[in-house]
T-cell receptor
Framework: KAGVTQTPRYLIKTRGQQVTLSCSPI?????VSWYQQTPGQGLQFLFE???????NKGNFPGRFSGRQFSNSRSEMNVSTLELGDSALYLC?????????????FGPGTRLTVT | AQTVTQSQPEMSVQEAETVTLSCTYD???????LFWYKQPPSRQMILVIR??????QNATENRFSVNFQKAAKSFSLKISDSQLGDTAMYFC???????????????FGKGTRLHILP
């Protein structure tokens, strides 16, 4: 089975722009979660989608949004980019939502905001 | 709110030695999961080991084992016979056991960067 894929792998944007990141889960997985990883804050949960519905959301401003499609692929959007949004964005998929289900992580998208 | 603390930002050990990574957490919940994740340099994060709080027996996966002390809210990871490939960032994480309408997002510690020296 193919693993979790994320596109693009690297991205450079300027302040004020918006960006869309994509995540394709492992085939058959219905849950997708997004995380932001920075050296200062570590790994922080952004949101989780299951069957096209957002099930959980972290403490991020409304500039961060996401969605999930019927094929379980997910996109994350960040509007009005700020320098502090520079980070590695990871997505993870699992069969269903819940701690008993192992999350499989993608390689991440490294976003640099200048 | 739950918190996860990893008090060792960075550690180095010689190959073949045993190393223990510390993790403490704070919660008022009784049912939850604890995880250790490994993120090798420039590689994807993978789950190393998982512990369910209601299980008293410590989880073990080959050379990786945990010391779960529920009363002390401690969840340390022991790596035996360490190998060069164990060099990575290790994250401890906590998740409330999922029930309807409950907040159950996963919370990570800041990580411990482990170097295995040849």
């Amino acid at each position: 089975k193919a693993g979790v894929t994320q596109t693009p792998r690297y991205l450079i944007k300027t302040r004020g722009q918006q960006v869309t990141l994509s995540c394709s889960p492992i085939s058959g997985h219905r849950s997708v979660s997004w995380y932001q990883q920075t050296p200062g804050q570590g790994l922080q949960f952004l949101f989780e989608y299951f069957s096209e519905t957002q099930r959980n959301k972290g403490n991020f401003p409304g500039r961060f949004s996401g969605r999930q499609f019927s094929n379980s692929r997910s996109e994350m959007n960040v509007s009005t980019l700020e320098l502090g949004d520079s980070a590695l964005y990871l997505c993870a998929s699992s069969l269903v939502a819940g701690g008993t289900n192992e999350q499989y992580f993608g390689p991440g998208t490294r976003l640099t905001v200048t | 709110a739950q918190t996860v603390t990893q008090s060792q930002p960075e550690m180095s050990v010689q190959e073949a030695e045993t190393v223990t990574l510390s993790c403490t957490y704070d919660t008022s919940e009784s049912n939850y999961y604890l995880f250790w994740y490994k993120q090798p340099p420039s590689r994807q994060m993978i789950l190393v080991i998982r512990q369910e709080a209601y299980k008293q027996q410590n989880a073990t996966e080959n050379r990786f084992s945990v010391n779960f002390q529920k009363a002390a809210k401690s969840f340390s990871l022991k790596i035996s016979d360490s190998q060069l490939g164990d060099t990575a960032m290790y994250f401890c994480a906590f998740m409330k056991r999922r029930t309807l309408n409950r907040d159950d997002k996963i919370i990570f510690g800041k990580g411990t960067r482990l170097h295995i020296l040849p």
